[in-house]
T-cell receptor, first 115, second 113 residues
Framework: NAGVTQTPKFRVLKTGQSMTLLCAQD?????MYWYRQDPGMGLRLIHY???????AKGEVPDGYNVSRLKKQNFLLGLESAAPSQTSVYFC??????????????FGEGSWLTVV | DQQVKQNSPSLSVQEGRISILNCDYT??????FLWYKKYPAEGPTFLIS?????DKNEDGRFTVFLNKSAKHLSLHIVPSQPGDSAVYFC????????????FGKGTKLSVIP
């Protein structure tokens, strides 16, 4: 089972460059999320989507944009990368409801360094 | 305003002993509680959960305890094994099928052989 797949796994960007992180899930989940993890800060929600064609802001959305054109994909874009965006990014997904409806499944992470 | 506090950034335990990880929360609307485990260079993985109608849930060596009156969640691992060394996050959800979880900052557990 592939589960949640993120690409790329590692990337180094120069300040001001743009890039897109791709997340794909094969579990037919309705909800998808982008988190970032920084030392001592835990997991912070950047943006999320409750279904195809919908997106919403999370706790730390500034400097990021997202799109959910297909149910299985959730893209995270950095329009003009800044050193403060150096972090580990995790994509996650969750089915809408049910017995385990509150369990979120994570990808393996994307390590981004902005120099 | 922190809704979740995971106050111990690290914990060291001898192999075979009990590991106890703790979280406190303030949001009374939370009704679903989870623990995630994260190894370096990997994504967090779901470990165990409990709903607000229970005060204990057990899965092998892992037991989660919920004290609703004290708004306190804990994870017990017994006996602890070196492979349990990881970062553990508590997570909280509210509402049936709710779409967001609020995570603690994590506790790094080191199990010493």
């Amino acid at each position: 089972n592939a589960g949640v797949t993120q690409t790329p796994k590692f990337r180094v960007l120069k300040t001001g460059q743009s890039m897109t992180l791709l997340c794909a899930q094969d579990m037919n989940h309705e909800y998808m999320y982008w988190y970032r993890q920084d030392p001592g800060m835990g997991l912070r929600l950047i943006h999320y989507s409750v279904g195809e064609g919908t997106t919403a802001k999370g706790e730390v959305p500034d400097g990021y944009n997202v799109s959910r054109l297909k149910k299985q994909n959730f893209l995270l874009g950095l329009e003009s990368a800044a050193p403060s965006q150096t972090s580990v990014y995790f994509c996650a997904s969750k089915r809408q409801a049910g017995k385990s409806g509150n369990t979120i499944y994570f990808g393996e992470g994307s390590w981004l360094t902005v120099v | 305003d922190q809704q979740v506090k995971q106050n111990s950034p690290s914990l060291s335990v001898q192999e075979g002993r009990i590991s106890i990880l703790n979280c406190d929360y303030t949001n009374s609307m939370f009704d679903y509680f989870l623990w995630y485990k994260k190894y370096p260079a990997e994504g967090p993985t779901f470990l165990i959960s409990i709903s607000s109608i229970k005060d204990k849930n057990e899965d092998g060596r892992f037991t989660v305890f919920l004290n609703k009156s004290a708004k306190h969640l804990s994870l017990h691992i017994v006996p602890s094994q070196p492979g349990d060394s990881a970062v553990y996050f508590c997570a909280f959800g509210s509402g049936a099928g709710s779409y967001q979880l609020t995570f603690g900052k994590g506790t790094k557990l080191s199990v010493i052989p």
